[in-house]
């Protein structure tokens, strides 16, 4: 009645390990530079702010965000994903498609009540002297998030020319643009 050996425990690869410290250390940056934008704003906010607030070498942050803008971009990134979300759930609970575009209006009044801190961000990029979605890895995530909203919103007036609630003259991207 002897009872089989366990398998052994296997250690986490170093190289796994070091991807998820990696991880971890950028959602950890990530953090304090969303809490830092929220408190001074983007123009007065510096990477040293960052650095000091998850107590790292300013060295260390630019190791994981090339600077300001792509750190600031990286939480922006974030903030559309949220939104995001929330146009995609309020497009799921209707059917019609005037009732799918109201519904993603009333999640983005919900959500600029509920989430004031995100909605400035979004509205600072709109500035013209604001961030511009030019470049990086984290402008890049923006405009393929932004993409994803205009496509639920292009969606969304396509079904309601199908199903007769919305207009049929007007163009869907152009009508989603100016939605």
Known sequence: HCLPEPPPICPMGTQERRAREKQLRAEEI???AEQIFIQKGYDTSTV????ARVELSKGTVYLYFKNKEDLYLAV???ALEVLNQEFADAAKVEDRGLDKVLAMAYAYLRYAQQRPDYFRMLAYLRRPEGIDLTEGLHGEKCKEVVQRLHNLLIRAVQTGISD?????ALNPIKTALLL
């Open 48 to 51: 040293d702010d960052v650095a």
């Open 30 to 32: 990530l953090n304090a």
């Open 76 to 78: 922006v990134a974030r």
């Open 164 to 168: 007769a609630s919305i207009d049929p």
